[in-house]
């Protein structure tokens, strides 16, 4: 028997029809249809399905947008018995994960995720920077570059999404140093990223302490399924460990690598990649003996739920 874990993309995994495919399943349209219940300039339902993009992909908008697909998809995969064994998420991906974990309902994430979308596109304007991915490049090499870059402002480690690639963030000059400090220092490619802020760095402070106070008013349960955390790469305990833990995922590097590692080392063998993208399919290409699915067309979610579901409608 397979061991299987969802796992759940993050932000730049949206597209404009990210959701057509998922309009066959009632369960995903309810899901769906949640997004009306959030308070908004955009019909975020309209946006996810007709555009415009750039409206999609503003912070605020597109952070619930992405959660929803992730949450109607994963109603899908309920719905055909196709059952994981433990999960992870990609930096906003966590709270879908925390979601199939039942910590928190399809409400709650939706609503926090609205939040904390708004409050880091807040603290982006407040605190303009940017990000890079260093492809090619050891993490060790890229703090000593980042030591020397930190005196022009603030900058750090973002992700580290697999051996060869690392994602750094921060103040544009600080970034910029950085830059020009990695690509002495060996980086085989340095790609500037089309984000509006410095996510998962100091300069989102702001952003995690106004997430703190929607955060504590919110019920959290303890995990049903195993989730391992971005923040420490490990297993969460408790509903309150997790809330503490999305706090400090807002300033904190994304260990990614080191989560699949562990899950990789813990026998999961079968990754199926739940809501719109291949981001984290394609992170993974190169690991051997596991098996991918994903659930980004109508094409990959058959596929999946033939495999690995139980034939039960």
Known sequence: MPKI????????SQSVGMDEHL????EAVEVLDNLSQLQTDEDLRELISNGPEDLLTRTDNVQPAIAAV???TLAVLERAGVVPQGAAGHSLGEYSALVAAE??????????????????QRCADRHPGGMLALLGMEVERVRECLEDASRLGPVGIANVNSSGQVVVSGAREALDRAKELCKESGAKRIIPLKVSGAWHSPLMEDAAEGLWSALVETRFDD?????????????????DESRILLRKQVVSPVMWAA????????????????????VLQGLLRRREDISLYGTQDADALTRTVTNLGTGER
């Open 23 to 26: 309009d066959a399943y009632p």
């Open 259 to 278: 989560t699949m590692d562990r899950m990789i080392d813990d026998g999961y063998d079968t990754f199926v990649e739940v809501g719109p993208g291949r």
């Open 70 to 72: 992730s949450l109607a």
């Open 103 to 120: 910590v928190i309902d399809v409400d709650r994430a939706l609503r926090l995720t609205r939040v904390r979308g708004e409050l880091m």
């Open 5 to 12: 874990a969802f796992l759940f993309p993050g932000q730049a």
């Open 223 to 239: 995990p049903d399924l195993p989730v391992l955390a971005n923040v420490t790469a490990d297993y969460l305990v408790s509903g």
